[in-house]
């Protein structure tokens, strides 16, 4: 278990609403860095935050997991190249992944370095590489959510338009010309960036699902757009954009056996 | 050690052979110097004493020169301002308590030379030892500053400084996990060569949580964690390779030290787990001079003696000699000092974050740093006298004969200063030109190299006044934090310069609405040698340490930067002042920038303008730098303060933003392209008020100013509060949401100039990406919208 030192953004306090028994595990690697916003925001969202070590197999009982965003290893070999063999991942891979014998398999959402690690580990398709600009870059970013079918984004509306921060070096989703109309025809792209292309990733995709679609991935950081003073800036002002919140109360919901 | 490549200089050897020719010079010592270190042992150094001597007692670590000076911050603080210091100047950083027992700590250092030679490497450790001094308070850190000072913006050598230095402080703190929440870029051709790469840190704790960098407990154990060391950063230390005769080790290595930010975070972690578990007694961070700083240190601060057996260092590099491994400069390494009872405890922690480690020695109340290699002593010193008992200087200065002259060179009374903008058409153009000169561009493209919303706690951040971070989730206790400084000013006046520089970061933080409690400096200079560059670091202190008392807020710590001159042509005295203020509720700051919603809200002017063009952004647009600068009065600071936290606290104000460089003029553009959200505006009451003209109305750079904008329901509210404190206030105009432009009237040919919005930002927001790299379409889309 991690030791929490009792500073910003601590794990340990207790959650409040009608809806405490979703738990969903947060997983921490070594370089994971928004691993207290996620859990923040699974508190926002009504549920119970999980902390998980990447190098404990158990997931201890966690209803969904997240993969929150960092530099696991420090992405020096490739983004979540190296997280992926760590033994939470078996296990996450087991209950989340195709051979998983559960009706309703483990919903793993992965968030920018987890999305790298989801895509490396085979539970989603495609891979991330540089940025087409090559540089680091830090923007309120409009997304359209076109997929609502998942555990993750059962309360949005289809094709609802969203504000999140993106931040990243490694964003620039490509895939296999085959696998990319694939996924299209399915239906699987969940998250589109509207707008200018802001890496060059394929058909400006933002966020897809696996074939189940329990597992999700998506580039830019709905868990900090989860509470109004700290968000993008949004029509109704500066930093008060909370479209992210969605997702974790989406969670939350399915779980409790809500519109899933 | 059989491998043992090298001869050792053992303590016996030196006594015996007390002729040996030591490389003293070439490690950076005077003569004077090396006679002292003999006069102090009584006989000469080993190598490896030798090596520790020249390193701690170098400008950079023993502060020799600046000393005398920086006495003034103690010296000048008085009982009042120490009610909420919990650590004062000396530790690695200050330490101010916020209340409901969390305190927080702040410092900016400088890591200009590195950054010079290699721009990202330099930059990223900057970085990450200002985060280590943040570290080894027991603080968790919280976010990250970077004023930076570059050439000339066409300059082709500022085309490899400034993208190297931007993407080495993004590489580095994005991998950390540290949101960046302002800072500054300057550009100007003192600075060729000389780039500044300064950097603040902010961290915050619990008050049980702090740690103190000694070594306390006899019998305790002492432990290097983190990376390894290797040869990396040693610079000088390569004229020790006398000792060597093995012609195989590597012979060219980096002087500039690599960072490795992974090892950083993790490490970050690791201490906070160690702190949370209370297995450390003391720690400290291996910074400059490595193993030399932190064994000396850190025994000269607890019991007074420690030994140590340099073979169980940890090395990257094998063929390191123990000068070396007590010189290196690696990055990410840490000292603690463990009881033997929490030795195991400390090792799991180790473990579990994978952290490599080793036992190097304990804690002796013998007095005496003892150092051995392979069992021989190579080190017996008295560590104080390696720590804190360094050469003092008393460096001759005076004025320069040249000051007068500067300052009787008048921007009014140049030919720079004639024909100036007078229309209405040529007052709308200088405010574009203005707006569009690299000083006073958009620095967005550099900024949004940086993650500003990891940790989820940031509240505002560029191109806000200040940064400002939430503490405390439940009750939305933070801290405000602005950089500033002027180099311009304190060229003209040092006393003053280094006051403006305060006033300047004093009034940002309360802009934002924080109370400023407290001050951390980098006061970058050139040569101490020069008695006229002396002279100007001795005002700039003099005027920091007045400033600091006036304002009631301590200097909590800081950094010196010397040498900053290339080819006898020193930078700017630049004195960079960064204020640190706090927040009862973060929630309550106040942007700086019209929101679309406040459209008619009403726009005041507060303070008095007066004729102050001298040593301004408008002068340096038409390459004039003379005469004083503006006056500075810190009672009208501190009154605007109060007003201005005031009216945050009570929710009068939207927004707020001071004025500085640029005036009036760059303050309502800058205001309007926030948000995109546009005004309108008269000078004539201003003008007639403070018989000023409109030119100077727009672009004088009189201190003790902010703009303001309030709802039409707080107007009576907050004139009455300004009237109150007798503090100047004037209806300007009403922000404008639908006309998409700036529009100004005035007592002028043409009556009124309007800007459109869209043109003054593609023309503000161009400059450096045009120079820097291609922006693409989509990010000046989105940041449209």
Not at chain 2, 33 to 38: A, F, H, L, S, W
Not at chain 2, 83 to 94: P, R
Not at chain 2, 297 to 309: D, Q
Not at chain 2, 361 to 379: C, K, M, N
Request: hydrophobic share 40%; proline share 5%; net charge negative.
């Amino acid at each position: 278990m991690i030791s929490e030192t009792p500073l910003i953004g601590d794990f340990n306090v207790s959650p409040s609403g009608p809806l405490d028994g979703a738990r969903i595990g947060v997983i921490t690697f070594p370089g994971t860095l928004d691993d207290r916003d996620a859990a923040r925001a699974v508190r926002l969202g009504g549920g119970t935050a999980v902390p998980l070590w990447h190098a404990d197999q158990s997931l201890h009982g966690v209803d969904a997991v997240i993969l929150p965003g960092g530099f696991s290893y420090g992405d020096y070999l490739r983004a979540g190249a190296i997280a992926r063999f760590a033994p939470v991942m078996e296990t996450v891979v087991k209950e989340a992944g195709a051979s998983a014998t559960s009706s309703s398999p483990l919903p793993v959402l992965g968030i920018c370095n987890g999305f790298q690690v989801l895509t490396e580990a085979h539970l989603l398709p495609g891979s991330m590489i540089k940025n087409d600009h090559l540089k680091f870059i830090c923007k309120d970013q409009v997304l359209r959510v076109e997929n609502t079918s998942t555990p993750w984004t059962s309360q949005f509306t289809p094709d609802e338009l969203i504000a999140v921060p993106m931040k990243n070096q490694d964003g620039q989703y490509v895939v296999s010309a085959e696998e990319l109309e694939q996924i299209e025809a399915e239906g699987r792209v969940v998250f589109r960036y509207i707008g200018e292309n802001p890496n060059g990733s394929r058909n400006n995709i933002a966020g897809v699902t696996n074939e189940r679609g329990n597992v999700v991935g998506l580039m830019p950081h709905p868990e900090h757009a989860v509470e109004a003073g700290y968000g993008p800036d949004d029509t109704t002002g500066m930093r008060e954009g909370t479209d992210g919140l969605t997702i974790f109360t989406s969670v939350v919901s399915s779980l409790a056996g809500g519109n899933k | 050690m059989s491998e043992q490549t090298f001869n050792i200089d053992t303590v016996a050897n030196a006594a015996t052979t007390p002729d040996t020719d030591l490389p003293w010079a070439e490690l950076g010592l005077k003569e004077d110097e090396y006679d002292r270190i003999v006069e102090i042992l009584g006989r000469r150094p080993t190598a490896a004493e030798l090596a520790m001597y020249s390193v701690m007692w170098s400008e950079h670590c023993s502060y020799k020169s600046s000393k005398v000076h920086l006495r003034q911050f103690g010296e000048k603080v008085t009982e009042e301002m120490k009610k909420d210091l919990m650590v004062g100047i000396g530790e690695n950083a200050g330490v101010t308590d916020l209340g409901e027992g969390w305190a927080v700590t702040f410092k900016i250092e400088s890591h200009n030379h590195p950054s010079y030679v290699e721009p990202y490497q330099g930059a990223a450790t900057g970085i990450g030892g200002i985060v280590r001094d943040i570290i080894s308070m027991g603080a968790r850190p919280v976010a990250v500053m970077d004023p930076l000072r570059f050439g000339d913006i066409d300059h082709p050598d500022t085309k490899r400084v400034l993208p190297g230095v931007v993407s080495g402080i993004g590489g580095y703190g994005n991998s950390l996990g540290l949101p960046n929440i302002g800072g500054e870029v300057v550009f100007d051709s003192v600075y060729q060569q000389n780039p500044l790469v300064n950097a603040l840190a902010v961290g915050v704790m619990r008050h049980e949580d702090l740690r103190l960098a000694n070594a306390s407990g006899v019998g305790n154990k002492v432990v290097l964690f983190g990376a390894r060391t290797g040869g990396d950063g040693i610079g000088g230390a390569s004229v020790l390779a006398s000792e060597s005769f093995d012609d195989s080790k590597p012979s060219k290595r980096p002087a500039v030290q690599v960072g490795d930010p992974f090892s950083e975070k993790v490490l970050i972690e690791c201490c906070l787990e160690l702190f949370h578990n209370e297995l450390v007694e003391g720690i400290q961070d291996l910074g400059a001079a490595g193993i030399s700083c932190a064994t000396s240190e850190l025994a000269s601060n607890g019991e007074g003696g420690m030994h140590v057996e340099l073979t169980n260092v940890l090395l990257r590099d094998p063929t390191l000699t123990p000068g070396e491994i007590l010189m290196s400069e690696s990055q990410e390494r840490m000292m603690a000092v463990v009881t033997p009872e929490n030795a195991e405890a400390f090792e799991a922690v180790m473990g579990k974050w994978g952290v490599e480690y080793s036992w190097l020695g304990e804690v002796t109340d013998t007095g005496r740093l003892i150092i051995e290699w392979d069992g021989e002593t190579i080190v017996d010193v008295d560590p104080r006298t390696v720590a804190h008992d360094g050469p003092v200087y008393e460096r001759p200065y005076h004025r320069p004969q040249w000051q007068d002259q500067v300052q009787a060179d008048t921007f009014s009374a140049s030919e720079a200063g004639q024909n100036l903008p007078a229309t209405a058409e040529e007052l709308g153009e200088a405010v574009v030109e203005l707006m569009s000169s690299p000083n006073m561009a958009d620095v967005s493209w550099i900024t949004d190299q940086y993650d500003r919303f990891v940790g989820g706690n940031t509240a505002l951040s560029q191109p806000d006044d200040a940064g400002v971070i939430r503490v405390d989730e439940e009750t939305g206790l933070g801290v405000g934090l602005a950089t500033d400084c002027n180099g311009r000013y304190a060229y003209l006046d040092p006393y003053t310069g280094a006051q403006l520089a305060l006033a300047e970061a004093y009034r940002n933080v309360a802009t934002s609405g924080a109370v400023p409690m407290a001050v951390s400096d980098c006061l970058n200079f050139g040569s101490p040698e020069d008695p006229e560059i002396m002279w100007q670091f001795a005002e700039t202190v003099r005027g920091l340490a007045d400033g600091c008392q006036e304002l009631g807020i301590p200097v909590t710590g800081g950094n010196v930067s010397l040498y900053n001159q290339t080819a006898g042509r020193a930078i700017h005295p630049t004195p960079v002042v960064g204020v640190m203020g706090k927040f009862d509720d973060v929630g309550r700051r106040t942007p700086s920038g019209f929101q679309r919603w406040a459209d008619g809200q009403a726009i005041y002017l507060l303070g008095v303008t007066r004729d102050e063009l001298d040593g301004s952004e408008f002068a340096r647009g038409r390459g004039h730098l003379g005469g004083k600068p503006p006056q500075v009065d810190l009672a009208v600071e501190q009154t605007l303060g109060e007003i201005l936290i005031n009216a945050s606290r009570d929710g009068m104000i939207d927004a707020a933003h001071d004025l500085s460089e640029g005036g009036l003029a760059a303050a309502l553009a800058e205001m309007s392209l926030r948000f995109g959200v546009g005004s309108r505006t008269a000078l004539d009451e201003l003008c007639e008020r403070d018989g000023v003209d409109p030119f100077t109305a727009l672009f004088s750079e009189s201190q003790g100013r902010a703009l303001v904008a309030l709802p039409r329901s707080e107007e009576l509210r907050f004139t009455d509060m300004t009237s109150a404190r007798g503090f100047p206030a004037l209806r300007l105009g009403v922000v404008d949401a639908e006309s998409g432009g700036i529009e100004v009237a005035g007592p002028f040919e043409g009556g009124s100039f309007g800007i459109s919005l869209d043109e003054l930002k593609e023309a503000w927001s161009s400059v450096i990406p045009s120079r820097f790299g291609a922006i693409t379409e989509a990010e000046i889309a989105t940041r449209e919208q």
